[in-house]
């Protein structure tokens, strides 16, 4: 997630994933700030939260192929013990500082404001082995960064066989629903989104062979396939069978690629990339920002046409305050001691 050289750069790559980040953050919003209100029992609520499900198939999928993606020279043309460092370590170090971060700022929220509110409001304080639990199975918000490092590690060490090793892996996204308790969502996503890292990873060439040209067609396609897919699933009850999610997300990622592509060679899409390289930060401490917001957002008790108004745009806005807030906070503890919340500790950080 650090920064390259800006003629490193690959601004539909960029652009994807501002794209992801904005959805990741738009689907916490409506559902940890305005799923438990009394807002939700308007229309608007309930078009959002009808488009932040609906693109639950698109923005996880979509971000781990572009990390795959990216992660493709450090699995096939570096040892172990460079990739150590930068890929493994400090992934691991930033995602249990923050993990503990995050139970100890739900802990005080629970303590002093409404707990009805606070996402994930499981009876504190937690033990050892409780914590434990929740960093081993993924179950924190951060679980992307924990996600990441399993994924490079079993990539790499199937670099060697990759045939199978991808069978493998897509036989778990295949499979995962069947084999994986419903109420673990946490370890479902981290299954049912391995597939992505790996078709990144192993399948650069084509990934990039997709974003050299647009074609409408395959982007219609896609699309049609997707939406229709969608439809049948939902009316038959059938998205819980096996692959059905995999045949979805991959029409939707397809598409997404196609789009991103045309869109970056007619427009400048400067916003979006710059949001697409502060992925950390904004990963990272978006959540804190969403847990004060439902403290003082849910409660609010708006007539008619005004509780309309407020759940149609309040949505984007907050999206758009919090990204700003992430982006300033970070620029002000990524310095001195700080540095380490988002670097793992060395000599060179603590001077």
């Not at 939700?40 to 078009?47: E, I, P």
């Amino acid at each position: 997630m650090t920064s390259s050289p800006p003629s490193a750069r690959i601004e539909w790559l960029d652009a994807a994933k501002g794209a992801c980040l904005i959805l990741v953050v738009l689907y916490h919003t409506v559902v940890y700030i305005f799923l438990n209100s009394p807002l939700s029992d308007t229309l608007g609520f309930k078009a959002w939260q009808i488009m932040v499900v609906g693109l639950g198939w698109l923005r996880m999928p979509l971000f781990f192929l572009i990390s795959g993606f990216l992660a493709h020279s450090a699995v096939f043309n570096r040892n172990w013990r460079d990739v150590f460092q930068p890929r493994i370590a400090t992934f691991l170090w930033i995602y249990l500082l923050w993990m503990s971060i995050e139970l100890g700022f739900r802990a005080f929220l629970i303590a002093n404001f409404d707990p009805a509110l606070v996402p994930g409001n499981v009876p504190f304080p937690l033990g050892l082995d409780d914590i434990v639990r929740h960093a081993l199975v993924g179950d924190t918000p951060i679980w992307y960064l924990y996600a990441l490092v399993i994924y490079f590690v079993a990539c790499k060490l199937g670099s060697r066989h990759i045939g199978l090793t991808f069978a493998l892996i897509a036989l778990l996204a295949v499979f995962y629903k069947q084999v994986i308790p419903t109420q673990h969502w946490n370890l479902l996503s981290l299954a049912g989104n391995a597939i992505f890292f790996a078709a990144g990873c192993y399948g650069k060439a084509y990934v990039e062979r997709l974003a050299s040209q647009f074609n409408g067609m395959r982007f219609s396609l896609a699309c049609v396939s997707a939406i229709g897919l969608l439809a049948l699933g939902r009316h038959y009850d059938a998205m819980g069978l096996p692959g059905a999610n995999l045949v979805v997300a991959t029409c939707l990622v397809i598409a997404a690629i196609d789009f991103f592509t045309l869109l970056a060679r007619r427009y400048q899409l400067r916003l979006l990339c710059t949001l697409g390289r502060h992925t950390l930060s904004i990963y990272l401490l978006s959540f804190f920002i969403i847990n004060i917001a439902a403290q003082l957002i849910s409660p609010l008790q708006l007539p008619g046409l005004f509780a309309e108004a407020f759940v149609l745009f309040a949505p984007p806005l907050l999206v758009a305050l919090n990204a700003v807030l992430c982006i300033q906070i970070y620029s002000l503890l990524n310095c001195h001691l700080g540095r380490i919340l988002f670097s793992l500790p060395s000599r060179a950080l603590t001077k």
